[in-house]
């Protein structure tokens, strides 16, 4: 759950979440990264007719992104969609901060473009 320090206080590590919205409850990703580590991609109503507009905040906004980084996806789909397209892009691997409801906790499982890769070439 989460990665601490030795002193058991969160990692420096970023959470980036793909389309922040204040109605939602983020209290557990306290154990991922303190709260000046929570980076918003986007956030609010956003306008999905104007697609080059919207890549180009989301490039903007995670233009320091590390592979070291969380992403928790949130909110628009196509926030989503153009976020993980960029970062993969950028970074070829991303954290994913995966909700569990039953547990009432965040999880993290990594994605690597090399996975796919991998998958593709099995299946020729």
């Known amino acids: 759950k989460g990665t ?3 002193n058991g206080n969160a990692n420096h590590r970023n959470v980036y979440i793909t389309n922040f919205n204040s109605s939602y409850s983020f209290f557990n990703i306290s154990d991922f990264a303190s709260h000046d580590n929570i980076k918003h991609i986007t956030s609010g109503r956003l306008n999905i007719h104007s697609i080059k507009e919207l890549t ?22 196509i926030a989503q969609a153009i976020s993980l397209a960029i970062i993969f892009e950028k970074l070829g691997s991303i954290n994913l901060l995966i909700f569990d409801a039953l547990k009432n906790e965040y999880f993290m499982r990594k994605m690597s473009v090399s996975d796919y890769d991998d998958i593709a070439t099995a299946n020729k």
């Open 4 to 6: 601490k320090d030795m």
């Open 56 to 77: 180009r905040k989301i490039t903007y906004s995670i233009a320091d992104i590390t592979p070291d980084d969380y992403v928790l996806l949130c909110g628009s789909t």
